[in-house]
């Protein structure tokens, strides 16, 4: 991603367009690192999202709607305080780096007008957003450091902001960095500019030295160094310039970045975009959501990790003694041939030799014996190990029948932690794992709003579709909002969603049925772009399983298809 000055300023200029005026109506902090700007202008009601996330640092205007926690944390609270009903006067750069000052006038407790200044810096895992006063003087951070040994600063309230230490050359020093060119005699240009001049990404060197015509393995002419020049001036002013075209690269079908203009001068296919804004938001709000939700999740996989290797490992116990106590048999035979052969033995004796009558061949077969006891006592100890090992084996197969149900039941939660994509399909996930026991309960899901997660919806052909996403949705799809005549799916072998085509009394085509199934197989465990067999019947042949564990159930009567998994984003309803 060119996520550099060149591409940043373009940013801000078309955000400065479309929010200065604006009025701030409320501040929210959907996550610990993002803040959410809900402005007013025009009629129109914006959100503008400022994240400092290390990984994903980003602003722009969203149209994503975000669960807010109960409690606002600290920081959320003095923005409220100081900006809620301010103005928004303008959006700039400064220093001509990665860093946003969004200009807000507001009013104090006395009514009296204040400026501030709300500086988001989006530089990697320095990304930070700090509310500054008039007089420059930090109010609150959102990452307080008091000395950051990186950036040379201290990031404290009631400290003087200063800019990060720049020890390169601007890009908009144009008269510098022809000089700089000009006193360029290696092979790697693209690399010199940018390891020499600020505000450069890579390919946005490669690209302006494309659009200069000049070759990246040579020393450049006086004249190709005032044609980069020139190209470099359009590129500073971009958003007037004929080349602006927001766009985003596609990489195996997805949105990978988001640039400017289609950069020629790589192999790269780019789809065009309504508003930069919305090339970010596509293209780093995917990557934001993605990390964001393996991080919300890091709890559920590492209990759940926990508890299915603990089930594992007692499996491997219990089929240990069980293995100990298959001699059984063998024990009752030896107390019953010694019973019948008390004649033959005397004290002391260290073993027996007797004939086997429970063989037709009537073998011979000796017997170890206690020398300490006398012949009736070892003929009780092997009964007593015959008792011993009967009532371990009935245990340990009760132990073993249980935990295997146990880890079953803990493995069709696993795509489930993976399917979370909200806060509330996180929670019923989490209620599922500490219900199962495999995760303590703790005050974490008191702290954000929650409501019952809703499962997928497909429209197929004028069937409705549903997929369930976790074991309780799965369990009330199938046993309470599907009816007896409706379609029940699910992939074969493999633990996944339940997927309910409701037939409302009507016949359910072959074709709808087909694509149910593709559905429902991309919704499992089932290996993407493999051919995998998916059961189908309806739903009054479905019975709960013994367990009585959400989403296990146990069918008989059934058809099946072979499909390649698939899932039909073009079928999906919106909400």
């Known amino acids: 991603m060119p996520n550099d000055f060149i591409t940043l300023n373009a940013l801000c200029k078309e955000l400065d367009g479309k929010i200065s005026g604006g009025k701030i109506d409320k501040i929210s902090m959907p996550e610990a690192d993002e803040i959410n700007l809900h402005i007013r202008k025009g009629g129109e009601n914006l959100i503008l999202a400022v994240s400092a996330n290390a990984q994903n640092p980003r602003i722009h205007l969203s149209t994503a709607k975000k669960t807010n926690p109960l409690t606002a944390p600290a920081f959320c609270m003095r923005l409220r305080k100081c900006l809620a009903g301010g103005v928004l006067n303008g959006v700039s750069m400064l220093g001509n780096d ?44 959102l990452k307080q450091a008091s000395y950051d040994t990186a950036t040379k600063r201290c990031l404290l309230p009631s400290v003087r902001y200063e800019l990060p230490p720049r020890n390169k050359i601007a890009c908009t020093d144009t008269d510098a960095v022809g000089a700089a060119l000009k006193s360029y005699n290696g092979s790697d240009l693209a690399g010199f500019i940018m390891s020499s001049v600020s505000g450069f990404s890579l390919s946005t060197a490669k690209e302006l030295l494309y659009l200069a015509g000049i070759d990246n393995r040579c020393v450049p002419t006086k004249e190709e160094i005032d044609k980069f020049i020139s190209c470099l001036s359009t590129l500073l002013d971009v958003n007037s310039s004929q080349l602006f075209s927001p766009c985003c690269s ?6 990978d970045d988001y640039f400017v203009f289609p ?31 393996n991080d919300h999740t890091k709890h559920l996989r590492k209990s759940h990790s926990a508890a299915v290797a603990k089930l594992k490992k007692r499996l491997e116990k219990c089929r240990a003694r069980l293995s100990e106590a298959s001699g059984l048999e063998k024990n009752r035979k030896y107390g019953e041939l010694i019973t019948a052969n008390l004649y033959k033995i005397n004290r002391g004796d260290s073993s027996v030799t007797v004939q086997d009558y429970y ?30 090992q009967k009532r371990t084996l009935e245990v340990v197969e009760k132990q073993i029948k249980d935990s295997e149900e146990e880890l079953e039941y803990l493995l069709s939660v696993e795509p489930s932690i993976a399917m979370c994509s909200t806060e509330d399909e996180i929670a019923e996930v989490e209620a599922e794992l500490i219900e199962a026991g495999a995760l303590k309960p703790s005050g974490r899901r008191n702290k954000t709003r929650t409501k019952a997660a809703q499962p997928l919806f497909y429209e197929i052909k004028g069937f409705t579709v549903a997929v369930g996403k976790n074991n309780l949705q799965n369990d009330k799809l199938t046993f309470k909002l599907a009816n007896g005549g409706d379609l029940w799916v699910h992939a074969k072998n493999v633990h996944g969603s339940h997927v309910i085509v409701f037939a409302e009394g009507r016949e359910i085509p ?25 059961d189908y019947t309806l739903r009054k042949n479905i019975k709960r399983h013994p367990s009585g564990k959400p989403g296990m159930v146990l069918y008989t009567t059934y058809n099946s298809a072979t499909v390649i998994a698939n899932e039909h984003k073009e079928l999906l309803q919106k909400d």
């Not at 007008?113 to 008039?134: C, I, K, P, Q, W």
């Not at 596609?250 to 949105?255: I, K, P, Q």
């Not at 296919?269 to 990390?291: H, N, Y």
């Open 263 to 293: 950069y020629r001068s790589s192999a790269m296919t780019f789809v065009p975009c309504p508003t930069l804004s919305a090339a970010v938001e596509t293209c780093i709000g995917k990557k934001d959501e993605k990390c964001r939700r």
């Open 510 to 534: 072959d074709d709808v049925v087909q694509t149910a199934c593709e559905i429902a197989c991309f919704w499992s465990q089932a290996q993407p772009g493999t051919k995998t067999v998916c």
């Open 359 to 388: 063989d037709e061949a009537l073998p011979e077969v000796t017997i170890p014996l206690d020398e300490r006891l006398s012949p009736g006592q070892n003929a009780q100890q092997y009964f007593k190990k015959y008792s011993k």
């Open 98 to 141: 990665r860093i946003f000052d969004f200009s807000i006038t507001a009013r104090n407790e006395l009514r009296d007008e204040v400026r501030y200044s709300l500086v988001a810096e989006t530089m990697g895992r320095y990304s930070n957003v700090l509310l500054v006063d008039e007089k420059g003087v930090i109010k609150d951070t």
């Open 250 to 255: 596609v990489v195996d079908g997805t949105e």
